[in-house]
């Protein structure tokens, strides 16, 4: 809706069509002409069509199959004429070549027309009589085209088919702005709200609102409308705020587009139940140095009050400059269905898509086996259409991930504090270690048959706490997933030492807040630690973990009570010690794997009735390579050697 005053436009996309009911119309003045004149002139094509097809021999009766072989094609454009008649010569200058459809020309038409009256300061009940006309001349737009075919015999029930569609196509798209169109059909308590705050980085606030509603009025005995739009600034705005202002309410408005679309057509089949289309990367571009965040809401309330349902979105967006962070916080709350996430992350890191594209990769494994292993069927417990929702939420949250990523790359290259700091210690060592885990044929790690989600090595991202929660409540049922990923990197120097170590971590939780017993924990963890001296990597460890518990019930409906059905705890260590001293590489690997599962054997049985399953690995391998006989003969190069690695050994104790 914002978006629509800001020459921001979302392309169309094709809506449920439902019937509508014939209606005569009358031509307009221009029109009343012979149909064998005006066909013509409108659509050349016709002038043959119809010396070929209206002979005497097929007198004014016309058949199906002639009425079948007008294709909608020429319908459609007889009607974007019809339609193109409604645009000044001012208006059709800036279409430029692109061939639009009648739809979109529709559209065009009140979309200029509610900017002319935004530039001109129109107030709400002027905004309201645009929107009317607008509505009232697309109405005669496709009324023409009706009956131009009608009087060339042409109006048949696939024409009347095709134009409404067309027509359904053009009110359902423009909602709100044609809710007066829209609802004259239900008078229903209709409420549609927009808020959206901004705070400049000098104090001052901007408040937006727009509020669009309709109920009934019993006194008049009629549907009443309500349209308000404010803006508010407490303070005086400059030109670089105004700038800035801008790219956030083009961002913000592309996600009211899209939230208001998607909650007029929740009930339809033929479009998303839940903000498909909506993204976050304008926050990759947010103007730190004139903002310091923001905050916007929407809601929708539709129906009567008993049996209403809302839509409810709220979003905050912050800098804190002198702490060198940025969160969000995002809260969708639809019905049966509620989207909570979070995001706090550093304005300090660089550039890492291979870390990126590991930490996105992580989160879909996280989401997909708490998804899953909810239930033996190996399928979702939040169902087809909830399932839906839940991923086009979490579509949201990796792109807000990633853009606020990207704005904490930009501001360490605006930030040249922030720069000189993240070069001198994390990512020189970051390479360091990359270049060791990547080229060095030493090199055994945690081993090749290790599934490490998170990534080995260290990340150059900002540091992070990201969490992600989908929940559905239908009363006796209410399944819950939560997805979380964090990261944390510190530096730390003694002496001639200096190092980082860094902590990722990745979960997963599913329950059923309550209502039956069963549920699924899984969590994975890295940590790094490292130790540098003149510039070379003398110290790398490296510690992986990874914890799953699972829990699965049935329900006894002669005790009426849920029973254990499956119970399963799995941990899996991997560990590696690796010391660089003089060019005498020494290695400790170290693995192990437990897991302990318990079945029923019988879905009716004893309480007892379980099969157990057990199983233990574990596995230590220590590697020594280098010039070992100078150790052995030389006594003043084993102490050396043994003094440094103590030393090492200290400064990486003391930081884990």
């Known amino acids: 809706m914002i978006n629509n005053g800001l020459n921001n436009h979302s392309s169309l996309a094709t809506k449920q069509?439902?019937?509508?009911?014939?209606?005569?119309?009358?031509?307009?003045?221009?029109?009343?002409?012979?149909?064998?004149?005006?066909?013509?002139?409108?659509?050349?094509?016709?002038?043959?069509?119809?010396?070929?097809?209206?002979?005497?021999?097929?007198?004014?009766?016309?058949?199906?199959?002639?009425?079948?072989?007008?294709?909608?094609?020429?319908?459609?454009?007889l009607l974007q004429q019809q339609l193109s008649v409604l645009i000044t010569p001012a208006k059709k200058a800036n279409i430029s070549s692109y061939h639009y459809s009648a739809e979109e020309l529709a559209i065009r038409t009140v979309i200029t027309s509610q900017q002319e009256g935004l530039l001109k300061n129109e107030h709400s009940d002027k905004l309201i009589q645009r929107l009317n006309k607008s509505v009232t001349d697309i109405q005669g737009a496709y009324a023409n085209t009706s009956d131009i075919l009608f009087n060339l015999g042409q109006l048949g029930h696939q024409q009347t088919s095709f134009l409404a569609s067309s027509q359904q196509r053009v009110e359902r798209a423009l909602n709100p702005y044609m809710e007066s169109i829209n609802r004259s059909k239900h008078e229903d308590d209709d409420n549609y709200r927009f808020q959206l705050s901004v705070k400049t980085k000098e104090g001052d606030i901007i408040n937006i609102t727009f509020n669009?509603?309709?109920?009934?009025?019993?006194?008049?005995?009629?549907t009443a409308d309500n349209f308000s739009l404010s803006?508010?600034?407490?303070?005086?705005?400059?030109?670089?705020?105004?700038?800035?202002?801008?790219?956030?309410?083009?961002?913000?408005?592309?996600?009211?587009?899209?939230f208001f679309k998607v909650s007029q057509y929740a009930n339809s089949r033929y479009v998303p139940v839940n903000q498909g289309d909506m993204n976050l990367d304008f926050l990759a571009d947010f103007n730190h140095q004139q903002l310091s965040g923001f905050d916007v809401s929407f809601s929708t309330t539709e129906g009567e009050s008993v049996l209403s349902t809302e839509n409810n979105l709220d979003l905050s967006y912050s800098i804190d400059e002198s702490m060198q962070q940025q969160a969000l916080v995002f809260k969708s709350d639809r019905g049966a269905n509620k989207i909570d996430f979070t995001l706090d992350m550093a304005t300090v890191g660089a550039k890492d898509n291979q870390q990126m594209q590991q930490y996105l990769a992580s989160l879909d494994k996280n989401l997909e086996d708490s998804r899953h292993n909810s239930s033996d069927e190996k399928a979702s417990a939040f169902g087809k259409k909830g399932d839906a929702n839940m991923q086009q939420g979490f579509a949201l949250f990796k792109g807000a991930f990633a853009s606020m990523s990207s704005a904490a790359q930009r501001y360490s290259k605006l930030e040249s504090l922030a720069t000189q700091q993240f070069s001198d210690g994390r990512a020189m060592v970051a390479d360091l270690v990359d270049n060791m885990i990547t080229n060095d044929p030493r090199?055994?790690?945690?081993?090749?048959?290790?599934?490490?989600?998170l990534g080995a090595g260290i990340s150059k991202l900002a540091d992070f706490d990201a969490k992600f929660e989908f929940a559905m409540d239908r009363g006796d049922y209410q399944p819950k997933s939560n997805v979380a990923l964090s990261q944390?990197?510190?530096?730390?120097?003694?002496?001639?030492l200096k190092g980082v170590t860094q902590s990722k971590n990745v979960s997963s939780h599913f329950d059923y807040q309550n209502t039956r017993p069963d549920y699924y924990d899984s969590e994975e963890s890295y940590n790094i630690n490292t130790a540098v001296k003149n510039n070379e990597l003398v110290g790398l460890d490296q510690y992986q973990q990874i914890d799953i518990d699972k829990k699965t019930y049935q329900y006894n409906q002669d005790k009426s009570q849920y029973e254990l059905k499956m119970a399963l705890t799995e941990k899996t260590t991997n560990e590696s010690n690796i010391r660089l001293i003089n060019d005498i590489w020494l290695e400790s690997n170290e693995n192990s794997h437990k897991m302990d599962k318990k079945e029923r054997i019988n879905e009716i049985g004893e309480q007892d009735d379980f099969k157990n399953t057990n199983h233990y690995s574990h596995n230590k391998l220590v590697t020594l390579i280098g010039d070992?006989?100078?150790?052995?003969?030389?006594?003043?190069?084993?102490?050396?050697?043994?003094?440094?690695?103590?030393?090492v050994n200290f400064f990486m104790d003391n930081n884990k």
């Open 17 to 77: 069509v439902l019937p509508v009911d014939n209606a005569n119309h009358t031509l307009s003045s221009k029109l009343q002409h012979s149909p064998l004149e005006i066909a013509p002139k409108l659509i050349p094509e016709l002038a043959t069509e119809l010396a070929t097809k209206l002979t005497p021999e097929l007198s004014p009766k016309i058949t199906s199959d002639f009425l079948s072989q007008f294709s909608d094609e020429k319908v459609a454009q």
């Open 212 to 222: 669009s509603s309709q109920g009934y009025d019993e006194s008049a005995g009629k």
């Open 231 to 258: 803006y508010e600034v407490e303070g005086d705005l400059s030109e670089a705020e105004h700038a800035a202002l801008t790219q956030v309410m083009a961002g913000v408005g592309e996600m009211a587009d899209e």
């Open 443 to 453: 090199y055994q790690g945690l081993g090749n048959s290790t599934q490490n989600s």
């Open 488 to 496: 944390a990197t510190e530096q730390q120097k003694s002496g001639e």
């Open 628 to 647: 070992l006989d100078k150790l052995a003969q030389d006594k003043d190069a084993r102490r050396e050697y043994l003094t440094q690695l103590s030393q």
